[in-house]
């Protein structure tokens, strides 16, 4: 399997928080070469701020694995990780992140901030960035023009 085939399984969870009228973000982490988890946005429905896809994906994958230590995993999202998330990606040691779209005002593994590399820090991530990145920045542009005709934030 290849980094496009796990990135259109998270294409396809983006579909999923589209057809929601969520923003359309999908994850998915990968353990060998099986998917053991599989999320999307989910803030509106839960009313919760923290219900990234990345989020959803870690706590599914923890339960999963019955560990809160994602080691071997792989985790694949439609785009760049913000700050909240990559602090989860840190903290659950997950050692490969591949995005999709890089997110120019709010990235954080690599367009604003760098955390997933900082040597600052106890853990670091092997970044994969661009994978489907037109695919992954087309479904959110096709929405948030949607957002903006309809009057909303």
């Not at 989020?55 to 809160?68: E, N, R």
């Amino acid at each position: 399997m290849t980094h496009e085939h796990y990135m259109q399984l998270a294409l396809e969870q983006a579909q999923q928080a589209l057809a929601a009228n969520e923003v359309p973000v999908g994850a998915v982490i990968v353990q060998g070469q099986r998917v053991i988890a599989a999320a999307h946005n989910q803030r509106e429905m839960l009313r919760d701020p923290t219900a990234h896809a990345e989020m959803l994906a870690i706590t599914q994958a923890a339960s999963y694995l019955g560990d809160w230590r994602l080691e071997g995993c792989t985790l694949y999202v439609t785009l760049e990780p913000c700050i909240m998330c990559c602090g989860a990606i840190l903290l659950a040691r997950v050692p490969t992140v591949v995005y999709g779209a890089t997110d120019p005002k709010a990235g954080a593994a690599g367009s604003l901030f760098h955390l997933l590399s900082d040597p600052r820090l106890n853990h670091r991530c092997q970044v994969v960035g661009g994978i489907r990145a037109g695919p992954c920045g087309d479904i959110l542009t096709r929405f948030f023009q949607a957002q903006r005709r309809l009057g909303k934030k």
